[in-house]
DNA sequence: TTTCATTTTGAGAACGTTCCCAACCTCTGC
DNA sequence: GCAGAGGTTGGGAACGTTCTCAAAATGAAA
């Protein structure tokens, strides 16, 4: 592999020269660079990654924690982060959390020991020595949070989707349309974002009038897997199909949990949108090609990827004033409401 | 951060002490190793990925080129991959190249420059300036090729099912099951892989005696995009419900096709599996979410992704041959079949 | 022609490792 | 007590860049 000695050499001038060339740093005459252009082409010379970042310390390269690949949900924000990441010259290396509970620690060393520029963590850890933990790392490089809120919003960046009021809106909706026991599905882990869906919920209910009812929340630990949260959501289809007084529309907290509860309660015999609405949360285009099509609250996947990207480069670049966004989240109608 | 040198002064050594300790390269009195050991903690020193690279030449970087994340076939690969590849201290880093059509060589030469220890192209441009290249590449740097045959196969190492033999078995199965009207959905691409499936198709029905009839057959030109392959299954749903003389039973060459194809029938009033069996190829975890669940042609997909890191990493350790493997499919029974 | 400013170029240090080679210890056996 | 062997350590070159600084070339003005 050529080196950039190597060029210079074919092209006549010192190794200063090519670099100058290189980075566009520094004037250098027409012909000169001409020549050291077709040296490099002749050579094909690629400047070596290692090298440049030695000196430099840059790697170009962001990378991102998700707790699961396989979710569909993960791999449509990745894209988005991509997306802006390739259009400003950096690569993303995407990392999974979920293989063991230290994972996340781990991970964030192996990734400092490679020098990224920039971290993106789309994770839920939240006792307070892992907080500290994230607070420190953020101290030393540029990270940004996602579907993540925190209680002292200066010392973070995130990007996030409003779960509180979407879901808020979306209880009313539900009222609107003549539902009076609206129950809800949701996982319980430590998961703040998660957990605000639920207060949103609650919340929707109070404005409505309506009163809390125990028997039709359905809740439970789920790790955070597609087959877990599917499992959950059937769980909570059996349960609402037994009961006698049965809730006639539910929320669910994910996706994922909504479309098991919709697949159970079809096999229980329970018509769905007939004898129960069901709403999702997120989005997937899973959602569309499910029979029937799941309505849901959607939140702008790609955008939040978007977003996470576009904040950290800026912070790469030197921005040190850390950024809060909040996406609305959209209420899509599809086949499980009526 | 700390470097070696900081490392050996606190521990009053040398820095090849230090580098002795640190690579378990050469012997080191046990208390100076320890004194050593407890400077890198004292300093959380992590050597620098580039100055070993430079030295070295190693990343400890996979890359693995995949035609679209979103598709669930691809990151459940990715996380067989990805599980070898932690285990002997790699990274993945996935790049998807349905951005464009020159972006395989793009990422390519990207990756080059980054001096990735090898790549694993899960990408399917078969023209022959294409087969050129890659033949190119896997001269200088360890390639691995997945779901793709090459006609001489001494020149790279590929992991891939046998889609010509389980596609043959699966047709002899639904002949056993008295089905007499054997149908196919495939995308036209110039896939190999995906051809061999059709041609073991082709082979089914002359072993069983049946006849080749161009109505039960629907193909397509079709992207490689999880919506895409959706909305082909479902014309061909459309195609195959509007049919005087419909097929009793499908094949398709890819899950999703088979999965939109179901959806398209029952919007259509044609019942699955009483009307006509579904048999789609893959085994993505939608198969068994789905109503009714999809009878499938599986791949062992996590597996494929297992073998293909493990050869790399054997390549790049040295070993020069380069190995075929092939997996059988297995016909897996669910609700889409009779 | 000389002087000075400006443009263009090159020499060489530095980045943080690895690894070769030589030097230094500490024994053992005589 | 000494030679020699073997274990242990340090010095310094090398990897391929970037970047500072100074030198050389050019050109304009006097």
């Known amino acids: 592999m050529a080196t950039i000695i190597d060029v210079a050499r074919e092209a006549g001038v010192s190794k200063s020269t090519v670099s100058r060339v290189l980075n566009r740093t520094g004037p250098v005459k027409a012909e000169t660079k001409a020549a050291i252009d077709a040296a490099m082409k002749k050579l094909e010379y690629s400047p070596s990654y290692f090298a440049q970042g030695i000196r430099t310390g840059r790697t170009h390269t962001i990378a991102m924690l998700v707790p699961e690949y396989s979710n569909i949900f993960y791999s449509e924000m990745f894209q988005g982060a991509e997306d802006v990441a390739l259009k400003n010259g950096y690569m993303v290396l995407v990392c999974n959390t979920e293989r063991s509970s230290t994972s996340e620690l781990e991970y964030t060393r192996a990734l400092i020991r490679r020098r990224v520029d920039g971290i993106i963590y789309n994770t839920y850890e939240n006792n307070p020595k892992m907080v500290e933990f994230l607070k420190d790392i953020s101290r030393n490089i540029p990270v ?128 769905v949108p007939r004898d129960i609405n069901v709403v999702g949360f997120d989005n997937l285009f899973l959602d569309e090609i499910y029979e029937p099509a799941l309505t849901t609250i959607g939140q702008p996947i790609r955008e939040l990827g978007r977003h996470a990207a576009q904040i950290i480069i800026s912070k790469i670049n030197g921005n040190p004033v850390n950024s809060q966004v909040l996406f609305d989240g959209k209420l899509i109608l599809r086949g499980t409401t009526d």
């Open 144 to 271: 940004v949070f996602m579907n993540r809120v925190f209680s002292d919003p200066k010392d973070f960046s995130y990007v996030c989707t409003d779960g509180f009021n979407s879901t808020r809106k979306a209880v009313q909706y539900l009222y609107q349309r003549g539902k009076r026991k609206i129950g809800y599905i949701r996982n319980v882990k430590q998961i703040d974002v998660v957990n605000e869906r639920y207060e949103g919920y609650l919340m929707g209910l109070k404005e409505c009038g309506l009163p809390y009812n125990e028997k039709w929340i359905h809740q439970e630990e789920c790790r955070n897997h597609t087959s877990d949260y599917i499992k959950l959501g059937c769980m909570a289809g059996s349960y609402f199909a037994g009961l006698d007084d049965r809730p006639d529309a539910v929320l669910a907290s994910v996706d994922l949990i909504a479309l098991g509860c919709v697949k159970q309660l079809k096999e229980c015999q329970v018509q």
